[in-house]
């Protein structure tokens, strides 16, 4: 049963929404008018409207924007002549692959044609590739996924710690890992993912080295991310983001 406050809370948040919509809807209306008055030479109008694109700042995702700007910025520094990425955020090894030839494989290959740029199928369970064999390697924002089904995977409890053991595996001796998951107050909230304690990948990934953590905070606005916090600011996120740098000796 909902309860009553929190009812009117929400209807009163429903009216507020349906007279901006309907403010934003008599602009457009006026606007459009104004527009059709002041073409020179015919030409066809339809109406498309974006009702919520004015606002003060450009809106970001902050994970997906800052995570794959940390990423680039290792690849700047280590300079391999290879990058193999598995199942990240698509732009980012389509944007890298401008540099660096990249390979891209994901439960559901993607279908790109770019020149230095490759994609197939890979089970980040049971990853074809030889051991230690990758010198230059990533996964992100993936892992937290595997086992919950949302990509068609199977149900697999297991299925994130069968995919990190996999990425040790298979990454080179004094190779490169880049690592990202949500950091916070450990949940899993299925199907969509799961949000892990920082020393629950650490303890999983306890035979390659940590050579750099970043950290996207709840509160990104006032910093951007953060290179390697204090762990206490760490421990204190809901939904934050964390960046592995792992190598292996």
Not at 22 to 51: G, I
Not at 214 to 219: A, F, G, K, N, V
Not at 224 to 231: D, E, V
């Amino acid at each position: 049963m909902i309860k009553p406050l929190k009812f009117f809370g929400k209807l009163k948040a429903f009216i507020k929404q349906e007279i901006d919509n309907q403010r934003r809807y008599s602009l457009f209306e006026k606007q459009m008018a104004e527009f059709v008055s002041k073409l020179q030479t015919p030409a066809t109008v339809t109406k498309y409207p974006c009702l919520t694109d004015v606002t003060a700042i450009t809106a970001i995702e902050p994970h997906y924007t800052y995570h794959p700007a940390w990423a680039a910025r290792v690849l700047a520094q280590t300079k391999p002549t290879k990058h193999i990425d598995i199942s990240s955020i698509t732009h980012f090894s389509n944007i890298v692959s401008a540099f660096i030839p990249t390979e891209f494989y994901d439960y559901r290959p993607a279908d790109i044609v770019l020149s230095n740029y490759t994609s197939g199928r890979a089970d980040l369970t049971h990853l074809h590739f030889d051991s230690n064999s990758i010198a230059s390697l990533s996964c992100m924002h993936t892992v937290e996924h595997i086992g919950l089904g949302r990509y068609g995977d199977p149900i697999d409890v297991h299925g994130d710690k069968k995919a990190m053991d996999e990425l040790a595996r298979v990454l080179a001796v004094n190779g490169n890992l880049l690592f990202v998951v949500p950091v916070g107050t450990p949940r899993i909230e299925f199907n969509a993912h799961r949000v892990y304690a920082y020393e629950t990948i650490i303890n999983n990934f306890n035979h390659l080295t940590l050579k750099e953590f970043t950290l996207i905070p709840d509160d990104f606005e006032k910093t951007g991310y953060i290179t390697n916090p204090a762990l206490d600011i760490i421990n204190k996120q809901v939904w934050g983001c964390g960046c592995f740098w792992f190598t292996k000796k």
